[in-house]
């Protein structure tokens, strides 16, 4: 049985620190095991300043010892209701008594107040009772549930239920409860869960007499919200519609006897009122389809709003403006950095997409220059997307979840925790998947079908360009000074967001673990491990905020105003220059950055967004480089011609930062494609895009190109630099899309800059990749140790020498990773390890490049064997009849599917011609046919015709016929590519810049493939020759 003091936190001991002892033994081990946390081991004295609490008084509190603190902690309150209800056949049934003796005292003491208010139910008093009773009850359970299961199971185990049958066992522990001593007995054994319980009644009964409060001052002037003559009584309130803030407050809605309903705010309504007067600044844009604002009231502190009704579109007419409309609210979410417009923040009224929640509006990004690999990192440029508003469809934290406003909620599921077997003597708790809500987002015909907003995917992009246009124009004016719409938005706070909702709540929800109910101080421990999750950067002073708001059942929450780099948490507590500009200055300069040239990359990603939503197949179009070819181009060459469109469309689709130019591109999420801003990498990341621009400079002379390559390259370097080694570790390591790749990318560009790459930061690289590897680590080229063996290689014959060390490291983790396989050897990947897999992005034939290079520059035979055995085990999958190897992707040994570098002869060929250093006259033939005769949907890099070519001229580069052969078939690809388009992505089928499977792929594999040694090869990370 705990003492009373386990009920309270470390920091509310801190407030009675008169009325405790110290046991110093005690305090000696908790100290021990705050120190020892993973989030702690490095920072407990850094956590303790930034909550400034002197470490002495710290270990103080975690030894408290009272027993006579009982009084100050108090009794509980709700005993008395135990014997109002007989209990039924479930542990929680006692929750419904207590809540209703809360209510009941709650109304009974408004009734006193306001009984002759105009508001008051009266009659209808006992209907909002029961209301209320049934919300508070389960926020009661949602604090008890855990506890409860655990008792249950418990006394099962214990054999201690006079009871057989589990169902009556259920009973009897419900039964037992409404006894006296087996209620004590329960909050005895967890006095936080009694603790939490009476914080929770209190708060909530607070919220709701403040709300009373507030309804009885503003009652008569509700009307100018509800549009109506008078508002009646009030019938019903209905919440909580969000999260819980400052004390429990929460948004609800409230409905009245004529008929009426607003929507109660508990804060400012700083955003809502801008909206209003925004919608009618947008009024005055040539061309302007009319955006709708809800009616607000605002008060000091709380506001109403006037509740927007889900309605049907009438005809195709209205369909086509709702949509036109929904491209002017995309916009002007962009214009103006308003972010977390989620589906339940939008409501599809007739012919109008209604905002409703307009708090994070003006919301600044701080952006960082550091590669951190930490879920919850800035994102660096995220500023500059169209995508951080929410509305838009991008899958959120479970694969392919779309809780967008414009699309979200029209297939998917959620996982949630549920209780399973509640009524037996054996309950559980269980994940289970639920439908995701039906929320009022997506317009609705008459005959109840909700609509696909891609099947209007020309509406929304023509609404966009035109509010776009339109702001533009009128962009002087917004930025004025004396501007009436900023100066609406610098009349009071706006809420800002520093971690997702969810993880929040996922804390609160696991801080009600059993284990955590026994003393507050653990309590306070595990959700003190928000500190963990974040590194660096001015988040981490927020920390002790977040902490304090979770130890109160609240979803922390800051806010911040325009002209002040300051950022106030619930409490008031000002965390000051947190900000590195005003929130005003960061807005204005996103505003004064608007062009013509951000509205096309804008445009793509509002584009792919849409195409990319959902699962069922979408139209499509010719994906195709574009851009703007120079005078005279008509004429030139193909390869030429399509260079120098690759170039345009890059130039013509970036955004430009202080970081270097930027672009949209496609990331996977789960299994899906979805479109985001590029990151660094090589795959499909900026320092492929420079290796391109840097390669075009070379022989086009382009200077743009140039100043473009070089930008990057030096923010990449920038980006290294600034983050220290511990934030490097956290960046994947392989080649394609990690650190071993960035650092090779940057050398092989600066090799074409002719500039000298920095080589601390290199060394740096060099340090963190030699760490040892984790034990799930991947083996191939694409993800794993060959990869990073290639890369490292190639950098160490460079002069590099810190990357011995990585390819050492790379190649015994191969040769420990290898398993005897027939007659060779594999290595386990993809999702059917047990077969292992041919080819080379995944399979053994990039294994064997990667062991051969590590014989060629170690001499250490044991790679030279280990790659001979790769090819042998490769070899038993070649099947003479269909003149291919095996594709074992799908679990089964099935015929070729694929003929490319990634998957197929030209790659196989490719990898082992590496790792033997020759390449055999049956090979030689089996890749010129293969390269000849293939007919592939891509034309691409990675799984193209440009990267079959190349495998050819890598596996023969000393063979004239067979250079020769490869630029004729430079030249039929080149020809498709100028017929059909190419250079797209092959869910959205638009053209994307990224290296391997993008439109700078498209220019780099034609100059690699004419000027051969010259440039650099991605495909088996060659640097070029000097």
Sequence with gaps: MSSPVSALSVRDRLRHRTRWAVDPARADQQWRRWHA??????????????????????REALGAVAPGLGATVGRPEHRRALHDDDPDDTPTWFLKPIARAHVHDL????????????????????????????ELAERLRRIAIRCLVTEVNARRLREDFTSAEPR???????ADLATTDRFDDLLADYPVLDALW???ARRWSREIRTLFARLDHDHPALATVTGSAAVGRLLSITGPLGDPHRGGQSVRSLRFSDGSAVVYKPRPLTGEQWYSALAAALDRIEGSPGIRAPRVLARDGWGWQERIEPSAVGDASELATFYRRTGWIIAVAHVFSMIDLHAENLVAAGAHPVLVDLETTAHPVLTTPAL?????????NAEHSVLLSMLLPTPQWTDGLDLSAISGGAAGTITTTSVIGLDTDAPRLAARSAPLPAWDNR???????????????????????????????RKDELLAADGALLGQLRAGPLRYIVRPTRVYAQALEQSTHPGLMTDAAERELYLSHLWGRRHSGPHRRLVSSEVEDLLDLDIPVFSFRLDDRSLTDSRGRVHADFFPRTPSEMLESHIAALSEQDLRAQEWAVEAALRTAGSRPRPTRPASPGGRPPAGSATAPPTERIVESALGWLHEHQIRTSRGPIWFGMRNSGELRVPDLVGETLYDGRIGIALFLAAAARYTGDRRARADAGSIAGAVVDALAATDEEGLRRVPPSAWEGLSGIAWGLVATLDLLETEPPREVLARCARVLAAPAKPDEFFDVISGSAGIALCATALAERGYREFEEVAGLAGRRLLFGMRADGNGVSWPVGKHPELGMTGFAHGNAGVAAALGRLHAYFG???????????????????????????DLRHGVVGPPEMVAWCHGAPGIVLGHAIATGAIGHAHRQLLLDTVTGCETSHVGLCHGGLGNIESLTVAA??????????????????????????????????????????????????????????????????????
């Design 37 to 58: 946390a993973p989030w702690f081991r490095e920072g407990l004295s850094e956590w303790l300043a930034v909550r400034e609490i002197p470490e002495a008084a710290f």
């Design 107 to 134: 109304l009974a003491a408004g009734a006193r107040d306001w009984r002759s208010a105009p508001w008051w139910p009266g009659s209808e008093v006992d209907r909002l009772e029961s209301e209320l009773t049934r």
């Design 168 to 174: 009556s066992r259920a009973r009897e522990f419900a």
């Design 198 to 200: 009476r914080h929770e």
């Design 372 to 380: 951190d690999g930490t879920a919850e990192a800035d994102e660096t």
């Design 443 to 473: 317009p609705r015909t008459a005959e109840g079908t909700t609509v696909d907003p891609v099947d209007h995917l020309d509406e929304v992009l023509a609404g966009f360009r035109d509010a776009y246009r339109g702001i533009l124009r």
């Design 860 to 886: 250490d035979d044991a790679y030279r064997q280990a790659a001979a055995r790769a090819i042998a085990w490769e070899d038993d999958h070649f099947d003479v009849a269909l003149g291919g190897w095996h």
């Design 957 to 1026: 580069a000393d063979d004239p016929a067979v250079r020769n052969h490869a630029l004729a078939c430079l030249d039929v690809v080149a020809e498709r590519i100028l017929d059909q388009g190419a250079g797209g992505d092959e869910h959205s089928r638009m053209p994307t810049p990224a290296l391997m499977t993008g439109v700078a792929g498209l220019g780099y594999g034609i100059l690699r493939i004419q000027h051969g040694r010259d440039l650099p090869s991605p495909l088996v990370m060659e640097l070029c020759r000097r």
